[in-house]
């Protein structure tokens, strides 16, 4: 197993590129199943995540070409069978349930294991499901599998109890060849959403209203194949911005759209970090005296619950109080343990965490519980006294393309070592 190892106390300087968005290429991926025309996608992030959703396409007999160099994927899919994907790569990533409105949609029909829910919390597909059988889909749940049969999709208003992205995902590409219209009500608006959407559209879809609460989805009768670039990773740039203000340096991050992290700034601007707006970057100056805020995480265009972790790492080097609710998931604090272990002063009631920020953190071993929670450890090292060594890195790796190279390159002191290199004294 590898560890990262962190030698905190360091100033950070210079600038951070951002890779594409891991939330944005997955269902992007997973919607080329509408269509036996090649798809290709480029500046793709070579994440671990992105390598299972191609994995579960080739279960499905899909023919992919990932050049690493140019990070293009080029995904052939006109001889698609309807295969089973296998249960391991469902289980390691709850992400290929997204598989599952495209091949209703090309098939009219669909086996595929429940998606488990995973350590921030049950996950359930009760949305999704809602949402197929609204169009029409006769839906099966049992012995640790979800059916699916239809003989025509029909378009229908949905209306969603709560603005699920992936089920907005999965919706959208069950109905983009629907007989008739579909409108989803209550419906996710993050920026991979509106991505999914464009990317679809020119594929020949008719979807209307990506990136609000309505989206108006106009059946097709086939889809053709595409070209597509992601948008830049949100979460992974606000990571970053993080970074900066923890090590209390100066950073420019490039490869950020403002529009995308507007929650993100507006709560690092209320805690006294400077943000200057450059065309696609942003100049994040944490060498200032920082103030404690409350955070809220929300669906967007509220406070993100992928960016909770990063902030609360921060607080707890913030003199103060701190209250972070988290509305999104029901078990998403596992890194307060962790990081206490550094020395953080966190009291967890409920959805509720609050924080007394502390003079300095120190170094430990801590594990890493959930991708956002490892981000979260490193972030804590670097701007912990002493080295911290990090282990279960494996949940970063899903989500951070090259997190400690982009970070060395900017001054930090981090390696990743694995178990064979860490002798025992
Ligand atoms: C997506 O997960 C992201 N993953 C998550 O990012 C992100 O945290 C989440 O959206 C919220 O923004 C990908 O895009 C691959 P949801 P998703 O459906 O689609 C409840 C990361 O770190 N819900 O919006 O699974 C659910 O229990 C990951 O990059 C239902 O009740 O999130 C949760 O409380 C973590 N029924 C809430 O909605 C359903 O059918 C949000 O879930 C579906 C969801």
Known sequence: MEKIIVNGGRKLCGE??????????????????????????????MLEDVFVICEVLENLNSKINIDKESRMITIDNSNLKLNEPSHNLVRKMRASFLTMGAMVARFGEFKISLPGGCNIGSRPIDLHLKGFKALGVQVEVGYGYVEAKVSKLKGNNIYLDFPSVGATENIMMAAVMAEGETIIENAAEEPEIVDLAKFLNSMGAKIIGAGTDKLRIIGVNRLNGARHRPIYDRIEAGTFMVAAAITRSKLKVINVSEEHVKPIIAKLTEMNVGIEIDKNSIIVDGDRDLKPVDIKTMPYPGFPTDMQAQMMALLCTVKGTGVITETIFENRFMHASELKRMGANIKLDGRSAIIE???????????ATDLRAGAALILAGLGADGCTKIGDIYHI??????????LKKVGAQIERISESDIKVV
């Open 397 to 406: 790796d899903r989500g951070y393309v090259d997190i400690e190279k982009k």
């Open 16 to 45: 951070v590129e951002i890779s594409s968005a891991k939330n944005s290429i997955l269902p992007i991926i997973a919607s080329s199943i509408l269509t036996n025309e090649k798809c290709i996608i480029e500046n793709a992030p």
């Open 357 to 367: 920020g502390v003079e300095h953190l120190t170094g430990a071993e801590v594990k």
